[in-house]
């Protein structure tokens, strides 16, 4: 059987600091699949320029922003995904004023 779950956004513990706001829709636990949500304002990271030793994915669902991968700058914009594989140095920065 599957668990399933329901969640409403606003209902959850977000945490904001200099690289936006964030919360964990649905965490992951010793290492499986997880679903973070983010809200970046114009020149605001999602998190330094890293790698990861997994691979991660990013959609866009509002807004428009900067990746940042392999020093290669592409924008993004409502609905594009970005599919990073493991170890592939990347950021994400808001570029509008209305939130990301």
């Known amino acids: 059987m599957t668990d399933w779950t329901v969640r409403n956004v606003r209902d959850l513990d977000w945490t904001a600091n200099r690289m936006g706001s964030y919360c964990d829709l ?9 679903v973070n949500l983010n809200v970046l304002g114009k020149g605001q990271p999602m998190a330094l320029y890293h790698h990861e030793p997994h691979q991660e994915g990013f959609l866009v669902l509002r807004g428009e922003c900067e ?18 594989p ?15």
Do not use: K, M, Q
Request: proline share 10%; glycine share 10%.
């Open 26 to 34: 649905l965490p992951g636990v010793d290492g499986e699949f997880a």
């Open 67 to 84: 990746l940042i991968v392999d020093g290669e700058t592409t924008a993004l914009r409502e609905w594009d995904y970005f599919h990073c």
């Open 86 to 100: 493991p170890n592939v140095p990347h950021v994400v920065v808001g570029a509008r004023e209305s939130p990301l």
